[in-house]
């Protein structure tokens, strides 16, 4: 009917395999009863179909390839005649059909001008749509075109985004169209303090009540501390973090809004602690007895006590604990940052009140140097949207975190994973290999798993290995064999060179052809280099 075989193949297909060498029934005549005239019909007519069309199993790899063939012609079959053709020629695990590609992961139709898109299926042009609040991860080595794929989103997604630009190329090629279709742009750039916002975390703890207060500080701390493995926190670890924890309540709750910031916190962490006779054994009439009887005053039990317990320790024990506090807080002294945390310029809130973007611009070496300001930064702009009732309905905000290992492990991802789909905010995360979450989180393999979509480039044999072998296998209908949906040297070789394999919860596994965001949107491109950014506030004029 469309035109994949003539007569003569469909002969040569249809022959064989209803012959089947012979092992079906015979039906005859009154002549050819006897067992031996029936044994020599068999073996006369298998020399004849076998030698003119050939064996039953070179016909059913013509019919597989024929219906591999169809299927494989875009615009040659409908949608109902593309399915029951896939049907018959396997049945369990397949490929995602280009039919569902742009409802199967939607919330409804039609989508939240928010959707992201993640690719074509391939062969076809059916675009591969993503409108839920659920996260993403995206796992490929450099060059593989990651950041293509984030570019395409940033220039068709209506919605506030928070985007980790390592090369500066995302707001360069993509903030002017956001600024003029989307919503106010800014920008962070520690390298160009001239053009950048300014964020003081301590903004977003709150002060109205003791108890907010608390809470936002312990959040904060988590993510001052920067860990180095996976694994838990050694005894100084705890007991500096509580001492941080407790200069900044004691800022959050007591300083001037204008004296509220990091440079407060390290003024209590640095105080004297020796007597007027520098004498070790006591702190009277020291710097820190003056702030130690100011928490004992302070009303609030947590400082209370943190007060009694630096007064009794020993006071090698109280300068291990004050040292390990300062140093995971150490990066905040760099002049340069210490000068762009002392107020704030930017409003988290802004995110979906405004659908404002924020290009995070900075290099590998700023990132890892400034580690702990870039997690307070993604942190508290996190906790900030997803405070309140959970409500599905309010606009989805969505962080794009390229080198997400290298903030080393968050525990508001693994948050994330569950509490942000509840507040509209979602994460797309990028990572290089899987050994780069394996390096910071105990359980990785869980981490994936509670991504609600999972892509794969340019894989590594022992990643594609195990892959291969949890998208299950299929059932040749036709042939009787079973076979993984994919083979493990087709997921490392050439047949995925220019694909991504996009696996999502609940669904078939897709194949989407690698997306460039420069090919298709370049006329939405203008560099963002040609307008007035100072201050990190993009302006069009």
């Known amino acids: ?7 003569r193949e469909r002969l040569a297909i249809l022959a064989p395999i209803v012959w089947n060498e012979g092992k079906g029934l015979l039906v005859t005549g009154s002549l050819l009863k006897s067992a031996d005239l029936l044994a020599e019909l068999r073996r006369t007519l298998t020399t004849l179909i076998e030698g003119h069309l050939g064996p039953s199993g070179a016909a059913t790899e013509r019919l597989q390839q024929a219906l591999r063939g169809a299927l494989a012609s875009p615009n040659r079959l409908t949608e109902r005649e593309r399915t029951v053709l896939s049907r018959l020629l396997h049945r369990g695990a397949q490929w995602m059909a280009p039919e569902v590609a742009s409802t199967a992961l939607c919330y409804a139709q039609p989508p939240r001008p928010s959707v992201l898109r993640l690719g074509r299926i391939e062969g076809s042009d059916a675009e591969l749509l993503y409108d839920r609040n659920e996260s993403l991860i995206t796992i490929g080595p450099p ?3 990651k950041s293509q794929s984030v570019m395409r989103n940033l220039l068709t997604m209506d919605g506030g985004a928070v985007v980790i630009d390592i090369k500066g190329e995302l707001f360069r090629d993509t903030a002017v169209w956001r600024a003029r279709n989307v919503g106010p742009v800014y920008r962070f750039a520690p390298s160009d303090p001239d053009n950048s916002i300014h964020f003081n975390p301590l903004d977003t703890v709150r002060s109205s ?9 312990k959040k904060l701390v988590d993510l001052l501390m920067v860990p180095q493995e996976a694994g838990k926190k050694d005894y100084w670890d705890k007991r500096g ?3 941080l924890a407790d200069a900044l309540l004691d800022s959050a709750l007591f300083d001037e809004p204008h004296q509220r910031n990091m440079s407060s916190v390290f003024d209590r962490l640095y105080l004297e602690p020796l007597g007027p006779d520098g004498s070790e054994s006591t702190i009277a009439g020291s710097e820190l007895e003056l702030w130690l009887n100011h928490l004992a005053q302070s009303n609030v039990k947590k400082l209370q006590r943190t007060a009694k317990a630096v007064r009794t320790m020993p006071y090698k024990v109280r300068e291990s604990v004050t040292e390990t506090a300062r140093t995971h807080i150490d990066t905040w002294q760099a002049p340069r940052i210490e000068d762009l945390t002392m107020r704030s310029t930017f409003d988290p809130i802004s995110l979906r009140r405004d659908k404002a973007t924020l290009y995070i611009c900075i290099s590998i070496d700023e990132l890892k140097e400034y580690t702990s300001f870039f997690r307070a ?13 959970a409500d599905r309905t309010t606009p989805v905000v969505t962080f794009f975190l390229d080198e997400m290992p290298a903030l080393h492990r968050l525990d508001i991802l693994e948050t994330a994973l569950d509490m942000g789909r509840g507040h509209g905010v979602r994460l797309w995360m990028f ?6 979450l394996k390096k910071y989180y105990d359980n990785p393999e869980g ?22 072998k949890q998208l299950d296998e299929r059932h040749g209908l036709i042939d009787g064999q079973r076979k993984p949906l994919v083979f493990p040297h087709e997921l490392t070789g050439e047949a995925f060179r220019d694909l991504t394999l996009t696996v999502a919860q609940g669904y078939s596994p897709a194949r989407v052809l690698k997306a460039y965001g420069f090919a298709e949107y370049g006329a939405r491109i203008e560099p963002a280099t040609a307008f007035d950014y100072s201050g990190g506030l993009l302006k069009l004029g």
Do not use: H, P
């Open 241 to 243: 973090l509580s001492l």
């Open 377 to 389: 930064l993604v942190g508290q702009a996190f906790f900030t949207l997803c405070r309140g009732e």
């Open 209 to 217: 009540s003791v108890s907010d207060a608390y809470e936002d500080a």
């Open 447 to 468: 981490f994936l798993e509670n991504s609600y979509v999972r892509q794969f480039m340019g894989l590594s044999g022992e990643q594609a290995l195990k892959i291969s």
């Open 143 to 145: 060059g593989q075109g």
């Open 1 to 7: 009917k469309v035109g994949q075989i003539d007569r």
């Open 431 to 436: 990572a290089q290999n899987y050994g780069q």
